[in-house]
């Protein structure tokens, strides 16, 4: 069993910044691929970026490239989004997932545990 504590979010004015991190514990995590999901009021659950278990691969959709970077800390078992030049789209609850496998995974079923999200809120 894997288990994910987001933390980072915020409210914050157009062309601002944010870190979220996202701590990880249990016996699989440190070989887990991670990503992280958002989701808007109403809306579904998107991808937003994913990193394998090693930190060597990343993957972005298309509207998060140049903005956001996910990285991970192997020795505290931390990932972490960083965001900048932050939209008034960009507002969203945004969720940590850890898969059971190594490799990068896209879509919200390909990942097995999932934290409790936390809010980014981007005012214009």
């Known amino acids: 069993q894997v288990q994910l504590v987001e933390s980072g979010g915020g409210s914050v004015q157009a062309g601002g910044s944010l870190r979220l991190s996202c701590a990880a514990s249990?016996?699989?995590?440190?070989?887990?691929?991670m990503g992280w999901f958002r989701q808007g009021a109403g809306k579904e659950r998107d991808f937003v970026a994913a990193?394998?278990?090693?930190?060597?691969?990343?993957y972005y959709t298309d509207s998060m490239k140049g903005r956001f970077t996910i990285s991970r800390d192997i020795p505290r078992n931390t990932v972490y989004l960083q965001m900048n030049s932050l939209k008034p789209e960009d507002t969203a609850v945004y969720y940590c997932?850890?898969?059971?496998?190594?490799?990068?995974?896209?879509?919200?079923?390909?990942?097995?545990?999932w934290g409790q999200g936390t809010q980014v809120t981007v005012s214009s």
């Open positions: 997932a850890a898969r059971k496998t190594r490799e990068l995974g896209y879509y919200a079923d390909d990942y097995d545990y």
């Open positions: 249990g016996r699989t995590s440190r070989g887990s691929a």
């Open positions: 990193i394998n278990w090693s930190g060597g691969t990343t």
